[in-house]
Nanobody, 117 residues
């Protein structure tokens, strides 16, 4: 099992930046890591994923603004968010999915990001 703990959320003005971190309790070398988000009254949606080899995938709504990265030595995944918009307001969840068996999926408890003036 993998415990995931997000940090770095908060309140930021439109156009600002935040960096989220997700610390895992064990090695993430064999996991696809991702960030998902859920806005009030909406379903959880994918923001970005990154494979163990560093291949990234982004939702159209965050492309060119968000960057996902990982440090396998530190068992940590990051989400750098720039040019934030009010519609980016959501709870952001870290996700880990075992490459060899997609049944093994883990979630963090989430970090609130609020974009408001």
């Amino acid at each position: 099992q993998v415990q995931l703990v997000e940090s770095g959320g908060g309140l930021v003005q439109p156009g600002g930046s935040l960096r989220l971190s997700c610390a895992a309790s064990r090695s993430i070398n064999f996991y696809i890591m991702g960030w998902y988000r859920q806005a009030p009254g909406k379903q959880r949606e994918l923001a970005a994923t990154i494979t163990s080899g560093g291949t990234t995938n982004y939702a159209d709504s965050v492309k060119e603004r968000f960057t996902i990265s990982r440090d396998n030595a530190k068992n940590t995944v990051y989400l750098q968010m720039n040019s934030l918009k009010p519609e980016d307001t959501a709870v952001y969840y870290c996700n880990a999915r075992l490459v060899s068996d997609a049944r093994f999926v883990y979630w963090g408890r989430g970090a609130q990001v609020t974009v408001s003036s």
